[in-house]
C-alpha cells in the first residue's frame, strides 16, 4: 500500500486480489464526514483512476469515502491476454469482489463510458450492492434477443465503424503503436466529432497537427495517460468491446 498526494489530497493506493486477477484501487478520503458513504468511481475506455482526480479531491472533502480502481485490463490491474474474459460477468465479478474485499455492503456508484456500461450491469445483476447510481454518456441498452450487439451496430454505422474494427485481435494495436501516444490521447480528448467515427488512419490525419488544449484540460494528465498507455499498451483496453457477443 502506497500514499500519494493529489491536489492537496491523500490518496491511498493498493492492489488486492480478487476474482482471480489483482485490480488496482485509488482511495481518498474516510467516509466520516457528515456526508458519509463511499462512493465507486468506474472509468471508461482509454482512461484510468486519475481520469476521476477532481471527483476524488472534491467528494473527499465533503466527508465521503472515494474509491477509483483501474478496470481489469488497464493501469496497475491485471490485464488477461483473452478477450473473453472481458464480459460482463467478469466485470461486474470484479466489483463485487472488490467490495467485498474491502467490507463494504453498498455503496453510491458513479460510471463513464464503458464504465457506465458496467455500472448498469451492477446494477441489473446485483441491486444489493448498488445504494445509488449516476452514469455518464452511455444509456441503459438492455440486450436485444433478436440480434447480436455487434450486428447491430453494423446494421446502425456500417463496418467502417470503431467499435467493428476493434473485433481482430491485433489489428488496431498495431495501428495505434505507429502514433505517438501523446496525440492519441489529444486527438480523442479533443475530438468534436460526434458521429459514428471509425478511428482509421484517415479519421486521426496527419500526427503533426496541432491541437491546441482546452482550459480543462491539462499537459499533465495526458502526459499521465499517455505515460500509462505506452507501459500497458492498448490490449487490455479493446478487449472490451471484443466479447460484445457473448
Not at 491511498?12 to 462512493?39: C, F, M, P, Q, Y
Not at 484540460?217 to 466479447?243: H, Q, S
Amino acid at each position: 500500500m502506497a500514499t500519494t498526494a493529489l491536489e492537496g489530497v491523500s490518496v491511498t493506493h493498493r492492489t488486492l486480489d480478487v476474482n482471480g486477477i489483482k485490480i488496482h484501487v485509488a482511495e481518498a478520503g474516510s467516509g466520516s464526514g457528515s456526508a458519509g458513504g463511499t462512493v465507486l468511481f468506474l472509468h471508461g475506455f482509454l482512461e484510468l483512476w486519475h481520469s476521476w482526480h477532481h471527483q476524488l479531491r472534491s467528494l473527499s472533502a465533503r466527508g465521503y469515502r472515494c474509491l477509483a480502481p483501474d478496470l481489469r485490463g488497464y493501469g496497475d490491474s491485471s490485464a488477461p491476454t483473452s478477450p473473453s474474459s472481458y464480459t460482463a460477468f467478469h466485470l461486474v465479478g470484479d466489483v463485487v469482489a472488490l467490495l467485498d474485499a474491502l467490507a463494504l455492503p453498498r455503496v453510491y456508484v458513479v460510471g463513464q463510458g464503458w464504465g457506465a456500461l458496467l455500472a448498469w450491469h451492477l446494477a441489473t445483476f446485483r441491486p444489493d450492492r448498488v445504494r445509488a447510481l449516476v452514469n455518464m454518456s452511455v444509456a441503459f441498452m438492455p440486450r436485444n434477443p433478436a440480434v447480436r450487439p455487434l450486428e447491430l451496430f453494423r446494421r446502425l454505422y456500417g463496418d467502417g465503424y470503431y467499435l467493428l474494427r476493434l473485433q481482430e485481435p491485433g489489428a488496431m494495436e498495431a495501428e495505434f503503436a505507429r502514433m505517438d501516444t501523446r496525440f492519441i490521447f489529444r486527438k480523442l480528448l479533443t475530438t468534436r466529432d460526434t458521429g459514428a467515427i471509425s478511428l482509421s488512419p484517415e479519421w486521426w490525419g496527419p500526427q503533426d497537427q496541432d491541437i491546441p488544449l482546452p482550459p480543462w484540460l491539462t499537459e499533465e494528465y495526458v502526459e499521465r495517460l499517455a505515460a500509462k498507455f505506452d507501459e500497458t499498451g492498448f490490449a487490455g483496453a479493446m478487449n472490451f468491446y471484443r466479447c460484445l457477443d457473448l
